[in-house]
């Protein structure tokens, strides 16, 4: 099994920056793509960005220049930093982790899911 624990979330006025983790842990043979997703009320979940092991990162529209993603292969880690939050960006953030691990029998596939941290950008 894999467990994702993800903080970093809160209230923060337009303007200002929030900086969220995620950290995997278990019996984790490799770690391929990390991601953080969002999702507003009423509305779908929606991909924010995703870094592959070798760094490569891609990025929604939306956050491009204001959002920076990254991750600590040593300690199973990702990042989300945001900078110049706006309203719009209100959301519960999701943590998406996809590897290998050991079932104790067998190396399987995984594909996990934070619990969800809130971000509420307000005045």
């Known amino acids: 099994q894999v467990q994702l624990v993800e903080s970093g979330g809160g209230l923060v006025q337009p303007g200002g920056s929030l900086r969220l983790s995620c950290a995997a842990s278990?019996?984790?043979?490799?770690?391929?793509?990390m991601a953080w997703y969002r999702q507003a009320p009423g509305k779908a979940r929606d991909l924010v960005a995703d870094i592959t092991r070798a760094g490569t990162t891609n990025y929604a529209d939306s956050v491009k220049g204001r959002f920076t993603i990254s991750r600590d292969n040593a300690k199973n880690t990702v990042y989300l930093q945001m900078n110049s939050l706006k309203p719009e960006d209100t959301a519960v953030y999701y943590c998406?982790?996809?590897?290998?691990?050991?079932?104790?029998?067998?190396?399987?596939?995984?594909?996990?899911w934070g619990q969800g941290t809130q971000v509420t950008v307000s005045s």
């Open positions: 998406n982790v996809r590897g290998l691990y050991f079932n104790g029998k067998y190396y399987e596939v995984f594909d996990s």
């Open positions: 278990g019996t984790i043979d490799s770690i391929n793509a």
